[in-house]
């Protein structure tokens, strides 16, 4: 039906930067609220970031000013641009979109990428 595919994870020093993408694929009739979660080892996952399908978007006072997210709805495809990265920072980040298809409305997520930020 559909599947989220996420990129862009790694390895970078404090204060540098990292862009993730998450592209949807399938039977995709509309989608809606798409965001960015992340779960560090021994911590809840938390949302770090979401946006709407009009463009409005909601961050995690840890972030603020730092990440940004963004969407291209042609492609399906939301981003999160991560700035001055710190070591707190360090998870999975994890996509997600809820999404009408051809089976109905569900929440997807992606398959989680890791980014390492070192001291």
């Known amino acids: 039906q559909v599947q989220l595919v996420e990129s862009g994870g790694g390895l970078v020093q404090a204060g540098g930067s990292l862009r993730l993408s998450c592209a949807a694929s399938?039977?995709?009739?509309?989608?809606?609220?798409m965001g960015w979660y992340r779960q560090a080892p021994g911590k809840q996952r938390e949302l770090v970031a979401d946006i709407s399908s009009g463009g409005s978007t909601n961050y995690a006072d840890s972030v603020k000013g730092r990440f940004t997210i963004s969407r291209v709805n042609a492609m399906n495809t939301v981003y999160l641009q991560m700035n001055s990265l710190k070591t707190e920072d360090t998870a999975v980040y994890y996509c997600n979109a809820e999404i009408y298809g051809s089976r109905g409305k569900y929440a997807y997520w992606g398959q989680g990428t890791q980014v390492t930020v070192s001291s």
């Open positions: 399938g039977s995709i009739f509309r989608i809606n609220d």
